[in-house]
C-alpha cells in the first residue's frame, strides 16, 4: 500500500528492527526497495499485534497507499523525514481485495510509513505530531536508504 507505483501494505524481512512512539513499540519488517514496498503486507490473512512494517523510501515525498491483495484493516502513519508524524489514516479491507478502489494519500511529504494492525495506533495515543523512533535495523535502513 504506497506511493509511486502504489506500493500495498500487507511481506518484507525479518530483524531487529523496531519503530517506537512514545511507549508503544512494534517489532516491523523492512519494505525499502520498489519490490518489497509494492508487495507490502498483502496476501497475510493477520497481522500479529505488536507487529508491522516500516516502508523506506528514499527522499520525502507525497504517499499513496492502497490494500492490493490485503485481508486485514492496517492502521497507517506517515512520517516525515524529520520523524514526525504527518498523517494518520485507518485503511480498511477492500471488497474486493485484488482490485482496491480506495487510495490513501499522505496529506503532506513523508519519507516513512508504518502499517500496523488496525486499531493500534488509537489504542497507544498515537497522533499527527508524535516524534517517531526508527530503532535497531529500522535505523540502518533509513540511512542505507538516502
Given at each position: ?8 501494505g ?9 519503530v517506537?512512539?512514545g ?25 500479529p ?23 486485514v ?52 495515543g ?21
Open positions: 500500500m504506497v506511493s509511486a507505483a502504489v506500493p500495498a500487507c511481506h518484507s524481512r525479518p530483524g531487529d528492527a523496531r517506537r512512539i511507549r508503544a513499540e512494534w517489532k516491523v519488517e523492512i519494505a525499502a526497495d520498489e519490490a518489497s514496498r509494492r508487495r507490502g503486507l498483502g496476501g497475510r490473512r493477520e497481522v499485534a505488536g507487529t508491522g512494517m516500516l516502508f523506506v523510501f528514499p527522499r520525502e515525498a507525497p504517499r499513496r497507499f492502497h490494500m492490493l491483495d490485503c485481508y484493516p492496517l492502521d497507517v502513519a506517515f512520517i516525515s523525514s524529520r520523524g514526525v508524524i504527518v498523517d494518520i489514516r485507518t485503511m480498511v479491507v477492500e471488497p474486493d481485495p485484488a482490485h482496491p478502489a480506495t487510495i490513501y494519500s499522505s496529506r503532506r511529504p513523508a519519507r516513512y510509513a508504518l502499517e500496523v494492525p488496525a486499531g493500534e495506533l488509537a489504542a497507544a498515537v497522533k499527527v505530531g508524535d516524534r517517531v523512533e526508527l530503532l535497531g535495523a529500522a535505523r540502518d535502513a533509513a540511512k542505507a536508504a538516502r
